[in-house]
């Protein structure tokens, strides 16, 4: 929290233990952007992130639970309206997901798919860097500009993952992810409408995330929602590969709210490192006598 | 195909010489990656047969048993309410348990067709082993699962990517008997036709 405080700081600028933002100059130079551009990036970095800053200040404030903490390590005060839009997500989803017809699995060659998969995934890797930088992780910050170099040349523009093959696997991230490696708690469950499961934590980092991506700014507007599309492309070709995975949870459990929940919070925390829910669930415990 | 990787399996073998103070395990981290190793490859072998969907969830009941704790999973997910269960209900329970989740993931083991298992590590836990392993979907896509294997040499618990399925389970049932007000054989009875 405190490194949050210090950033958001009275001067309003962003100041990174004092250090000046030299990027946007070498940036400039290397792309042969007009003088003006080194200003606007200049004031998209001072006045963006102070704003955004003030919105996760106020969203990660994050709601903790009480003293004897939540019961099973899942914390849902929002329960009442969660399941509202759970129902409105459910919904969402059978519009679009339903119906005996051929998915994008199915219709798709697995060829294509995969490129798209691999375009998605190297245009979001400036982004990723990102987040590593932020969140101190320099070998793994490397990794991932290596990734991109590799991909973006050799790769056809990302259209292959080559790097996976010569053993520089993928590794993704977010600014949710860098919130909790600077210690702000994950906050209480929610479903957000038309994204699904999150948290507080998690939902403030999305909001972030919308200006973290340094693609964003160097890419032209019209070329760089290409890699917009390819993530929501991508996104959906995961929903129609799992879809019976999907489908089992979402319309053939007894209770898909209380599943969805243990499941994303689940694999959240494995991917952050976090104490599970549930973890000190001793399966050995139960008497199996008469099973 | 499944692979032990020596080098991680000689690693844990070393990790756990160097732990003198251990109680004699019944089960070594060898047999426990065997364990995992066969079941995936008696399942892959159904899923090629080509049976018709009702002999291969039939095939997939007789794998679960062979090679899961079926008594210890079956005593986890009913929890609390299995307490006051008679012992013909626990037998009954079991049995409808079983066959409920041979359906359930069996039609899942369809969207892993073309992929495959690799054993990545075994790891001494509390009671057991847990074997790691890497679940190679089509295309590039990969999946880390974990068997956690007990000292009766049968799995009793699968993680996939870090999502537990046996609390998952656990959490359905509950679910499905709270539904039911608390009537273990009516659970039965819907669990025998559900999955």
């Known amino acids: 929290m405190s490194l949050l405080c210090h950033m958001a700081g009275d001067s309003g600028i962003l100041r990174w233990e004092g250090a000046e933002m030299k990027l946007p100059t070498l940036l400039r130079k290397a792309r042969g952007f007009p003088k003006g551009f080194e200003e606007d990036w200049g004031l998209m970095v001072n006045v963006r992130p102070v704003v955004v800053l003030t919105v996760v200040l106020g969203i990660a404030g994050c709601s903790v ?17 969660n399941r509202k839009v759970h129902d409105f997500n459910k919904k969402v989803d059978k519009t679009f997901f339903s119906g005996d017809g051929p998915g994008y699995a199915e219709t798709v060659p697995p060829f294509v798919q ?8 190297t245009v979001s890797l400036p982004q990723t860097v990102v987040n590593q930088l932020l969140q101190g992780r320099l070998l793994r910050a490397t990794s991932n500009t290596m990734r991109f170099t590799l ?18 696997k993928p590794d993704e991230t977010d600014f949710g992810e860098t919130l909790a490696v600077w210690g702000v708690p994950e906050g ?5 409408p038309l994204l699904g499961p999150s948290t507080e934590r998690d939902a403030a980092g999305d909001v972030v995330d919308l200006f973290t991506d340094p693609l964003k700014y160097v890419v032209p507007t019209p070329d760089r929602y290409i890699g917009t599309v390819a993530k929501a492309i991508d996104k959906f070709g995961e929903r129609s590969q799992f879809s019976g995975t999907v489908d089992s949870v979402l319309y053939d ?3 898909s709210y209380t599943q969805l929940r243990l499941i994303y919070l689940q694999q959240r925390r494995y991917e952050l490192g976090e104490e599970a829910p549930g973890a000190d669930f001793d399966p050995f415990a139960v008497d199996t006598e008469g099973f | 195909m499944t692979h032990l990787n020596r080098r991680h399996f000689i690693a844990a073998g070393a990790a756990l010489a160097a732990m003198p103070a251990m109680p004699a395990l019944a089960l070594t981290g060898q047999q426990a990656a065997n364990l995992v190793h066969n079941l995936v490859n008696e399942i892959n072998t159904v899923i090629a047969s080509g049976k018709s969907e009702a002999s291969m969830y039939r095939e997939f009941e007789r794998l679960f048993k062979k090679y899961g ?19 013909a209900q626990r037998k009954a329970f079991t049995e409808a348990f079983t066959g409920y989740i041979a359906r359930k993931y069996g039609k899942r083991f369809r969207e892993f067709q073309g992929g495959r298992i690799e054993v990545q590590s075994v790891h001494a836990i509390s009671r057991g082993y847990e074997v790691r392993c890497v679940a190679h979907m089509s295309g590039s896509k990969t999946l880390e699962t974990a068997f956690r294997v007990s000292d009766s040499n049968r799995f009793y618990n699968l993680f996939v990517e870090g999502a537990d399925m046996l ?13 039911r007000r608390g009537n273990i054989d009516q659970l039965i009875a819907d669990l025998r036709r559900a999955g």
């Open chain 2, 167 to 179: 609390l998952s389970e656990k959490e359905e049932i509950g679910a499905m008997l709270d539904a």
């Open chain 2, 69 to 87: 704790d079926t008594p210890l999973i079956a005593a986890n997910v009913l929890g609390v309410a299995g307490r006051s269960a008679s012992n």
């Open chain 1, 151 to 168: 991909n973006a040349t050799i790769g056809v523009g990302g259209l292959f993952d080559v790097a996976n093959k010569w053993g520089l």
């Open chain 1, 188 to 192: 209480a469950y929610l479903e957000v």
């Open chain 1, 65 to 81: 639970p009480g003293p004897e903490g939540a019961p099973g390590g899942i914390h849902d005060p929002y329960e009442t309206q």
């Open chain 1, 114 to 121: 995969d490129r798209v998969s691999s375009f998605a995934d």
């Open chain 1, 253 to 255: 459990s007894a209770d």
